[in-house]
């Protein structure tokens, strides 16, 4: 059965404990691995950040969107801000690659989402927004079905 | 749960322990804090205690690489203590297993820099 959760909240630094945290309470209820949870934490807290430092520059007015779905034993996120969009989606995807040097970025944000996701899309659009899509089969309760 | 950062100097080592979470929000205040310390003090190595760490994302990598270019220009190491199996991915990933050292404790770490 397909179960749906949504959260929306200011572009501030200090929510994006509380958008894992979210997140993961939500997917609990699949009964993931420690080490599955750990990924889809880490993965939203990628997506989140660059919503606030890239997508609205730090700007708190900005509010950033978080959709989960479970399915099964399938987690689909989507985080979407209306910030100003990636340029080149190719380069950003590109490891190390980063617009932001000065702060310390490495440039690994991308990078840590494929690997701990199984699909990834990106839609973006200068001066309009980035649509992350994430999606990942969990290997426990696949077990079960078998 | 935020970021609970301890540094101890010893001769011309920093050893920073870190407990929580560390992400975009607590990484400002580690790059504060260690840097200056390692300019106020003459820092040659870091010694990276993570036992206590139980979440890190490409901010904390992004610290860590910054802090490594900091000390390498005095040629000094860093040696990461205690690293968990998801942190250690992130490091491989990044290239940064390459260029720090891991061991399993602090007092370990300190052998391996010829002090204790
Ligand atoms: N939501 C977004 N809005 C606008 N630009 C973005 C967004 N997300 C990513 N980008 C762009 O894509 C680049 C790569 O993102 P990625 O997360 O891989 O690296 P980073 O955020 O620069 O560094 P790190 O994630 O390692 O701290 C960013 O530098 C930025 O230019
Ligand atoms: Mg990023």
Redesign the pocket.
């Known amino acids: 059965m397909k179960n749906v959760m949504n959260l929306q909240f200011s572009a501030l630094s200090q929510n994006e404990s509380f958008a894992r945290v979210a997140v993961a309470a939500f997917i609990a209820q699949l009964d993931p691995t420690m080490d599955e949870l750990t990924e889809i934490k880490t993965v939203v807290s990628?997506?989140v950040?660059?919503?606030i430092?890239?997508?609205?520059e730090n700007d708190p007015e900005g509010m950033v969107y978080i959709s989960v779905s479970i399915d099964d034993s399938t987690v689909e996120l989507t985080i979407r801000?209306e910030?100003?969009?990636?340029?080149d989606?190719e380069?950003?995807?590109?490891?190390l690659?980063?617009?932001?040097?000065d702060?310390?970025?490495?440039?690994?944000?991308?990078?840590?989402?494929e690997n701990f996701m199984d699909e990834i899309s990106i839609i973006?659009h200068t001066g309009e927004?980035?649509i992350?899509r994430l999606k990942k089969q969990l290997t426990k309760s696949n077990a079960f079905c078998n | 749960m935020s970021l609970e950062i301890e540094q101890e100097i010893r001769d011309n080592i920093l050893c920073i322990r870190l407990s929580g979470e560390l992400d975009?929000h607590s990484a400002e205040d580690l790059k504060n804090r260690a840097s200056t310390a390692i300019v106020k003090h003459n820092i040659r190595h870091i010694i990276l205690n993570l036992e206590e760490l139980s979440f890190m994302?490409?901010?904390g990598?992004?610290v860590v690489m910054g802090r490594y270019k900091q000390i390498k220009q005095n040629h000094g190491e860093m040696i990461v203590c205690a690293i968990s199996p998801p942190v250690k991915r992130l490091f491989e990933m990044?290239g940064l297993l390459k260029i720090v050292k891991l061991e399993l404790s602090e007092e370990n770490a300190l052998q391996k820099l010829g002090v204790a």
Do not use: C, W
């Open positions: 990628e997506v950040t660059n919503s430092i890239h997508g609205y801000d910030g100003v969009g990636i340029l989606v380069e950003a995807r590109q490891p690659f980063t617009t932001k040097p702060l310390e970025r490495s440039g690994m944000g991308f990078t840590i989402m973006s927004g980035t992350i | 975009h994302d490409s901010s990598l992004g990044s």
